[in-house]
T-cell receptor
């Protein structure tokens, strides 16, 4: 079963616009990660936010985390055609101190139209 | 440096055949993970290793699935007597200590 659920399932925007994707999860977490997957390729790690952080930035990416609502959002500013991909949030399967497998949502398919 | 590599990239198997999927992790990464990704879904955990030790295999769908990492580097996922429901993309990822996982391109398995 999948822990996270992204919303919307699909999003289509014009180049230059901002894209916001949301993720909700079910159980307490240590951290939450966002990954991108281009068509036919593996996943690429974008950003990790810890449970004691509320916001984090990386280039054109901004991630927020609200542990009281068990939700996170990923904002991509000034989108480009190259941002077209599926975006997944992921949380730890096991809450221990080491590396654990991840539980992924179903993803948001983002299409950026030039 | 080189990323995670997987081979073959594509595999077509007839139902009932055995297949072996290989993963070469990033050198020095102690953790290695296998995921299965169905079309339109997120990856789902199968099994993972820390060095050569298989720490958890609770995600393997049946006893036809077997994974190993005998020397703590390369890993092989074997599926015996493949069934049509095994058709999926199999992703391998490795990780050091920072929790970020680095994924290979995957092996797309089609069982006919």
């Amino acid at each position: 079963s999948q822990q996270g659920e992204e919303d919307p399932q699909a999003l289509s925007i014009q180049e230059g616009e901002n894209a916001t994707m949301n993720c909700s999860y079910k159980t307490s977490i240590n951290n939450l990660q966002w990954y991108r997957q281009n068509s036919g390729r593996g996943l690429v790690h974008l950003i990790l936010i810890r449970s004691n952080e509320r916001e984090k930035h990386s280039g054109r990416l901004r991630v927020t985390l609200d542990t009281s609502k068990k939700s996170s959002s990923l904002l991509i500013t000034a989108s480009r055609a190259a941002d077209t991909a599926s975006y997944f949030c992921a949380t730890d399967l096991f809450r221990n101190s080491g590396n654990t497998p991840l539980v992924f949502g179903k993803g948001t398919r983002l299409s950026v139209i030039a | 440096g080189a990323g995670v590599s997987q081979s073959p990239r594509y595999k077509v198997a007839k139902r009932g055949q055995d297949v072996a999927l290989r993963c070469d992790p990033i050198s020095g990464h102690v953790s290695l993970f296998w995921y299965q990704q169905a079309l339109g879904q997120g990856p789902e955990f199968l099994t993972y290793f820390q060095n050569e030790a298989q720490l958890d295999k609770s995600g393997l769908p049946s006893d036809r699935f077997f994974a190993e990492r005998p020397e703590g580097s390369v890993s092989t996922l074997k599926i015996q007597r493949t069934q049509q429901e095994d058709s999926a993309v199999y992703l391998c990822a490795s990780s050091l200590n920072d929790r970020a996982q680095y994924f290979g391109p995957g092996t797309r398995l089609t069982v006919t």
